[in-house]
């Protein structure tokens, strides 16, 4: 059967809840097409209506990674430490960049009493750059290959992830896959279980490729990658997607120019409807970003039908906050340049925003 696997992004949030939330988004967004959906919890499925009588039903599971930051929170908090020395308290990892703890201390991270920036901004620096990182990877890799193991043909497996999980399925994947039989030490080979694709909504992975290069490693289409195609999902106005966005060029570096052209998709928006521009929530409701993505994840094509959306979240965008809120994020300066300081300063960027605005940022 159609699996759908997620991968929440930063934050204290299970691997429930960030379905409970997908969900919610999904049958609000499937809301501005007149379609119906529901969720049903004991098989795992979510069931569109479409076509009339016709119910196209998809499996739906969740990885989560929050245990493995909970308990090592308050030491990436501690103030009276330089950040390398709480980083070092929990377990840095061995990263091949050349004076990598300078550029750590250069970070600000004062914290002061935003709990929010502690959770969120201590939890990228956890998975980058200590050994709970390769825990979370280890972890999604296992779950990946136990659906495998219980009968989920690959092909079958479509990965969503959002925000910190774009970079945490890139990354467990260049390490599970392989290009032959011949890799001893991976776990799933590119011929043989290639998988169905991945979605990626606020895609950070080309920030934190510090094992792995986006343009170089297996997570692509195509000879030599281990999905069958590759989908992102950004909005100019994340603060977060402006910071070095993986943007792989049609010159056939990456992939060739036939694969780039049929497997590959970048939808890039800039309409707002509140002030957490980042929440996938916000991200699913766009109909240029649904329209897709229910077609590829879920096998409900809606592009044919997105006029009726885009009628519909047209007057979402026209609300005297939602005018606002563009104007204000365009007005936030973000350099396309990949730093932890330039990440660290779009995460700053957002929370003040949306505090100003009273907004929630529920991720």
């Not at 009276?80 to 201390?105: F, H, W, Y």
Request: hydrophobic fraction near 40%; include cysteine; glycine fraction near 8%.
């Amino acid at each position: 059967m159609r699996t759908v696997l997620l991968v929440h992004g930063m934050g204290q949030i299970t691997a429930k809840e960030f379905r409970k939330r997908f969900v919610d988004a999904a049958i609000k967004s499937l809301q501005l097409y007149d379609l119906n959906a529901k969720w049903d919890a004991d098989s795992e499925q979510f069931g569109i209506n479409y076509e009339g009588a016709k119910w196209e039903k998809t499996r739906v599971v969740s990885f989560g990674y929050n245990d493995f930051f909970e308990s090592r929170r308050i030491a990436i908090g501690d103030q009276s430490r330089s950040i390398a020395e709480r980083l070092q308290s929990v377990g840095m990892a061995d990263i091949p960049v050349p004076g990598l703890l300078t550029k750590i201390n250069n970070l600000s991270l004062k914290f002061g009493e935003d709990k929010f920036f502690q959770t969120h901004f201590g939890d990228v620096l956890m998975y980058a750059l200590t050994t709970v990182g390769e825990q979370v990877r280890v972890s999604l890799a296992s779950m990946i290959t136990g659906l495998i193991e219980t009968g989920t043909a690959p092909g079958d497996i479509q990965i969503v992830a959002h925000s910190l999980g774009t970079s945490v399925v890139h990354d467990t994947l260049s390490k599970l896959s392989a290009e032959n039989e011949d890799r001893e030490d991976s776990q799933l080979n590119i011929v043989t279980h290639r998988l169905g694709g991945v979605h990626m909504f606020a895609n950070v992975s080309n920030i934190l490729d510090f094992y792995i290069p986006t343009l170089e490693s297996s997570v692509k289409p195509g000879k030599g990658g281990c999905i069958s195609y590759y989908n992102q999902y950004n909005n100019k106005l994340d603060p977060f997607t402006r910071v070095s966005p993986f943007r792989p060029a049609n010159n056939k570096k990456w992939v060739t120019k036939t694969v780039y052209r049929n497997n590959y998709m970048a939808i890039d928006t800039n309409d707002v409807t509140g002030g957490n521009v980042h929440g996938f929530g916000h991200y699913l409701l766009d109909p240029k970003n649904s329209s897709w993505f229910f077609g590829d994840a879920f096998n409900v094509d809606l592009r044919l039908v997105r006029s009726v959306a885009d009628e519909a979240y047209g007057q979402l965008t026209l609300s005297n906050a939602a005018k606002e809120a563009k104007d204000a994020l365009k007005n936030i300066d973000i350099k396309n340049e990949k730093s932890l300081k330039n990440l660290e300063k779009a995460l700053k960027a957002l929370s003040a925003f949306a505090k100003k605005i009273g907004s929630d940022l529920e991720f």
